[in-house]
């Protein structure tokens, strides 16, 4: 379902030939203090959006902040009242029903990006970390759409029912969008919904500890 992923300098690379700014990627990453190549919700990440009708490179936070938390948000609040509030964060979005909810229906007609990753994580039932990325490239997109807030532009990550590569582990798996649907994702508003129903590619998997639990 993707609760956390991995960019690199291969992920940098890939982000250059899209928007021209790998030099900002391979700084922004390290000097904001996110942790060795790992992206956890409410972290700060690269993600691709459009802008003159060109891709381009901005940086966003991991969460939709919830309805109660936007409204219910007071300045003067204990501290520990604030911090409980501000883990009421949504980090993903059901592709099937992301037109039904208020919190994203905006977001989806008019603010979506593109999340490149090396690779996501995803857990068994047995709490093995498995590592899921393409096989056919060094980068993968995660189809996302984004809001803005009073602290910054944040964003979300689309899911969808897992396909053979991904059921064996969860059954959900985020909405891996093809290069050549990058702009389409971005820019065409008619055709979200075709690549909403688009089922997404087989992807490679690793897990360092699968070998071990076969004993």
Not at 35 to 52: F, N, Q
Request: hydrophobic share 35%; charged share 30%.
């Amino acid at each position: 379902m993707c609760g956390r992923y991995y960019i690199n300098e291969e992920t940098a690379r890939e982000i250059e030939k899209a928007a021209g700014l790998a030099d900002e990627i391979r700084r922004g990453p390290w000097a904001m203090g996110i942790s060795p190549g790992e992206i956890c919700p409410t972290d700060r990440a690269p993600v691709l959006a459009g802008k003159g009708g060109s891709l381009r490179c901005k940086w966003a936070r991991w969460g939709f902040l919830s309805e109660p938390f936007r409204k219910n948000r007071r300045c003067g609040e204990p501290y520990q009242e604030r911090e409980s509030r501000e883990k009421q964060v949504i980090f993903l979005a059901r592709r099937e029903t992301v037109m039904e909810k208020p919190l994203f229906r905006d977001s989806l007609c008019h603010d979506r990006v593109a999340v490149p990753a090396a690779w996501f994580y995803e857990w068994n039932v047995s709490r093995e970390k498995n590592a899921f990325y393409r096989t056919d490239s060094t980068v993968l997109f995660m189809a996302g759409i984004s809001r803005q807030y009073e602290d910054g532009e944040r964003f979300v990550i689309l899911t969808t029912g897992a396909n053979a590569s991904m059921s064996p582990v969860h059954d959900r798996m985020p909405l891996i969008l093809e290069k050549g649907d990058l702009g389409p994702w971005i820019f065409d508003g008619g055709r979200t919904e075709e690549i909403l129903e688009k089922p997404p590619c087989l992807l490679g998997r690793r897990c360092d500890y699968e070998q071990l639990s076969m004993f």
